[in-house]
């Protein structure tokens, strides 16, 4: 069993969309853990999942990033473990300094709630293995997902293969027409430099059944049960 | 004794403000002749401080640690002693 832990903070709203995803999973099995309390030892994977921890106050993921939860997260990723942030969990996890760069509010101001293509980047982290050049798409429902950061950072991040995913249109292009938010380089979501932490601003959560308007989410997730069994779920093989 | 401590949280330079573009395009349509509008948040903090200069300190240790983000943002303090203006 690969077991994941799903991180909850005051204002979270995803965990429940998480761990439902997680269910569906053959060879997965998730618990949802406040902030508060968190642990992953004996965990292989965490999840940060989206929603609006602390109300957004100062900045999105600002003062989560102080919590013993986010102290548990670094303590994880610095012994290599697997950490997904979505949404708030990727304002979270930059604010907490374990991704490269910020999220800033949309280039148009507006909150944004639809669905978009990202092309895969970078298969050298845990939930993309195999999937580097596929286009998924996915929804996102944001207002702060515009990634900067500033032109070394954002030039070490394009060199060391850290750009996850990124924006694209139908042709899987990166057009400044499929950027929902004006990210630098239609910059969706990225890595660490050692590849386990990885944050995105798409909600892969809520595409994980055909019922939901899309399955992509799955080829994502369902990676989780192949990074440790060393084969993808025999739903997506 | 008391200190107000004013930290001014603005976007670097580089960084784009949505916010300020919008606000220069509304006072735009007001006939303003206005050149460029940059946005920015005031965040006054009330604390004990042995003098102006430990208060200082302590104002740059909260905006290094929280009140700003480095990737995005610089800021700037302004400390003073608590009177009743200043609060």
Redesign the interface.
């Given at each position: 069993m690969t077991r994941v832990a799903i991180l909850r903070y005051p204002g979270t709203w995803s965990e429940r969309d998480f761990a439902h995803a997680l269910s569906l999973i053959p060879g997965v099995e998730s618990e949802v853990q406040w902030h508060e309390d968190t642990n992953l030892r004996g965990f292989d994977a965490a999840i940060v999942p989206g929603g609006f921890s602390y109300g957004d106050y100062?900045?999105a993921g600002?003062?989560a990033k102080?919590s013993p939860g986010t102290k548990e997260l670094r303590r994880f990723a610095s012994e290599g473990g697997a950490i997904l942030g979505s949404c708030n969990g990727f304002q979270i996890l930059?604010?907490a300094g374990l991704l490269p760069?910020?999220l800033?509010?949309?280039?148009?101001?507006a909150y944004r709630s639809d669905w978009v293509r990202i092309r895969v980047e970078s298969d050298r982290t845990p939930f993309t293995n195999g999937l580097r050049g596929a286009v998924l798409r996915m929804p996102i429902g944001n207002g702060e997902g515009?990634w900067?950061?500033?032109?070394e950072?954002n030039a070490r991040v394009e060199a060391a293969g850290q750009v996850a995913f990124r924006y694209v249109d139908e042709r899987g292009v990166a057009t400044a027409a499929a950027n929902p938010n004006?990210s630098l380089g239609n910059i969706a979501g990225v890595t660490n430099e050692t590849g386990n932490v990885l944050g995105l601003m798409p909600h892969p959560e809520r595409c994980v059944e055909a019922l939901l308007g899309g399955t992509d989410g799955y080829r994502m997730l369902g990676n989780l049960a192949g990074a440790r069994h060393g084969t993808a779920p025999a739903l997506y093989r | 004794m008391r200190f107000v401590a004013r930290v001014l949280v603005r976007p670097k330079a580089e960084v784009r403000d949505p916010q300020g573009e919008a606000v220069l395009a509304a006072l735009r349509s007001l006939g303003h002749d206005v050149a460029e509008v940059r946005t920015g948040k005031e965040i006054v903090v009330t604390f004990e401080a042995r003098d102006e200069n430990a208060a200082r300190e302590t104002a740059d240790r909260m905006g290094d640690q929280l009140l700003a983000n480095p990737v995005i943002e610089s800021y700037a303090v302004e400390v003073e002693r608590e009177t009743a203006r200043a609060r």
């Open positions: 100062l900045r600002a003062i102080l930059c604010e760069g910020a800033i509010r949309n280039a148009d101001l515009c900067v950061a500033d032109p950072t004006g | -």
